[in-house]
């Protein structure tokens, strides 16, 4: 089983840990109910550090997202994010993912479910016919999310 470079942190701080997506994470601290109001009233950090991180560059790297995401990615400016999926030939979802634009030169991340790198990562290279640079760098990124009113 993995370990996220927070979960010595997760012990120390007395989380309830359980295996997840092939990681060692934690569960809850304090109980759900607390903690889930917590956030929906003020705000809550997350260790997302199992998640699947992929660096798509080039002049194409946009092309790319686009035929393979079902939002529009071309409204995304520098530091921003938009939720979307990778929709297959049939109409049915591969997975849901985050695009983030890191710079406005054609460099962006997806971030993909834990559960599913490898089956994203496959089915976005299988799609890249343009010779986009593409960098599976899941095993090299750890995430935290800050989420709530008061995230910002």
Request: hydrophobic share 40%.
């Amino acid at each position: 089983m993995k370990n996220t470079p927070f979960t010595h942190k997760h012990i120390a701080l007395g989380a309830k840990m359980a295996p997840f997506a092939g990681y060692n994470m934690p569960i809850s601290y304090t109980g759900i109910n607390d903690e889930h109001a917590a956030v929906r009233k003020h705000a809550g950090v997350f260790d997302v550090s199992h998640m699947g991180e992929f660096i798509l560059k080039g002049d194409k790297a946009l092309e790319l997202i686009q035929r393979v995401t079902s939002n529009d990615a071309s409204k995304l400016s520098n530091g921003k994010a938009q939720y979307s999926c990778l929709p297959n030939e049939q109409g049915g979802i591969v997975d849901d993912l985050i695009v983030y634009c890191i710079e406005e030169n054609n460099v962006y991340m997806l971030v993909v479910n834990a559960s599913n790198i490898e089956k994203d990562w496959n089915w976005i290279s299988e799609r890249n016919t343009a010779g986009v640079e593409m960098h599976n760098i899941s095993d090299k990124t750890c995430l935290l999310a800050i989420q709530g009113p008061s995230a910002t």
